[in-house]
DNA sequence: TATTGTTAGTTACAAAATCAACTATTACGC
DNA sequence: GCGTAATAGTTGATTTTGTAACTAACAATA
């Protein structure tokens, strides 16, 4: 019997792993990397992800549209319309119309917003120190710059 | 006007950046830097991120049950069962029930299947190294083995 | 060998994401 | 100004996911 299976040997002198392909690693640090943080905005203020990335980029940046959060984030603009509904409809954020561009509204957090913010701002900084708490601080350090490049943040 | 918005300076001497936080980067990283390889897959052979995942594991390290790659890839089984199905009514992949144990089936790849998993295999590689390129190699070992520990894979 | 528990995998229903079409408003070209 | 194009944001239809309940098979044990 074997002890762990290995690449397939039919592969030939081809080295290829799976579990090294970037995009599939990234995926899966990602994914297990924010479980726990997932869990708090969730069950603290029935959050999803979309909207505690919108409630932070209005925390954190202050008052601008759905379009620039969008731009920021990367999300799609449907994906940012419904969760600036859903965060208007439980009273964390105001909308006010641009007087100039009647087409574009201000979002901005409410006392509520701004309180949730700073709870989650919290969670947030205790979770990533957590994370670093793995790694030396150049390493923690170099892997962020790289994850920026691959971001295409800058 | 500002030439460029930074975090909000009611924040005092705290200088969490949510640009910074290892979950939103993680996440921005893989979303990114997957949506080309996303769109080969898909375009390709129709298939879905889960799809391509149970190709790529049954194609790798060979037959083996719907369990095991959920396993591997820490995919719920309802996700794996569905992918599973997916790539078999395409004709992906075969389905034979384990004689010892009849709750169990292995799953192998067809030639279809084999085809579609080389072809896949090979866009994935030279992506990986055009990614990789950006760094040097030291520095991409080092990713890779910080993603392997964040996404606790052994 | 009944009883109870566990496991592999599927299915049903609800929640969410995606994609395209839509409204309202502004900008451009003539 | 008038017609066309572009933009901010919303809505609706379809697809995909997530959660939980379910079936079928095996295991443990009294």
Known sequence: MMTEKSPNP???KDTF???DFLPFLLNQAAE??????QNVYKDRYGMLRTEWRVL???GMYGRMTAKEIGARAMMHKTKVSRAVQRLAERRFLNRTRDARDRR???LELTPAG???YRDLRGVARDYDAKLA?????GEVALLRSMLRQL???R
């Open 151 to 153: 971001a295409g943040i």
């Open 32 to 37: 297990e990397s924010s479980l726990a943080f």
């Open 104 to 106: 574009s509204e201000h």
């Open 10 to 12: 039919e592969a030939g």
């Open 114 to 116: 701004e309180a949730a």
């Open 133 to 137: 708490r793995h790694f030396t601080s």
């Open 17 to 19: 792993d799976l579990a």
């Open 56 to 58: 932070f980029h209005l």
